[in-house]
Every structure is written in structure tokens, then in C-alpha cells.
């Protein structure tokens, strides 16, 4: 059998793909723009802030907890995200060095 199409790409290619992916809709980047703000673990302001239906919300909170933006701790019988700060800081170093890898000067149109 063959490779899978992520099995071609280096491990840092892929994690990089997979965070970048889960930013990429604007609920998810609401989500994260909000417990950033908040700087504390949010249970359940989430809905009355981005105005969104709950299931849509537990779906984008799914996405980036697998995507490991975010973490989540049960309190009761809510769960409670916040901003995950390895996979954080992770992301903002490999896409730092992707932004940085082009260089500005060169032209080739």
C-alpha cells in the first residue's frame, strides 16, 4: 500500500497544516480571540458572546481542542477551555519562521 498524502511532509509541515487549518474559519478565530481577551478558562459566556447556537460552538471548540489550540478541564457538568500555551507558542514560532523564510526582496514575476 502506499504513503498517505501526510506521510510525504516533514512532522513540523504537518502539525503547522493541522493548527492552521483549525484557524481557519472565523468562529474559530472569535472563539480564540475571546479566551485570549478573557485570559481564564471559559465554560459557557461563549454563546451569548459570539452568538452562536451551542452545538455550532461545541463543534469549533472540537476543532481546535483536536487541532491542540486549546485545552479543556470539566467542572461540574461544564467543560471549561483556555488557550493551550505550548501549542501557542509552538504555533507562533513555525509560522514566524514560514512568514520569515520569504524573502521580500527577491522577485520573480
Request: charged share 20%; aromatic share 6%.
Amino acid at each position: 500500500m502506499g504513503l498517505t498524502k501526510t506521510e510525504i511532509f516533514t512532522d513540523e509541515q504537518n502539525a503547522l497544516a493541522t493548527m492552521l487549518k483549525a484557524l481557519a474559519h472565523p468562529a474559530r478565530i472569535a472563539i480564540l480571540q475571546y479566551l485570549i481577551k478573557t485570559n481564564a478558562c471559559i465554560c459557557g459566556d461563549l454563546v451569548d458572546e459570539l452568538g452562536l447556537a451551542q452545538p455550532t460552538i461545541s463543534q469549533h471548540l472540537k476543532e481546535l481542542k483536536n487541532a491542540g489550540l486549546i485545552q479543556g478541564t470539566i467542572e461540574g457538568v461544564s467543560v471549561c477551555y483556555c488557550i493551550e500555551p505550548k501549542a501557542w507558542e509552538k504555533l507562533e514560532h513555525q509560522l514566524g519562521q514560514f512568514m520569515q523564510s520569504y524573502n521580500k526582496t527577491q522577485s520573480c514575476c
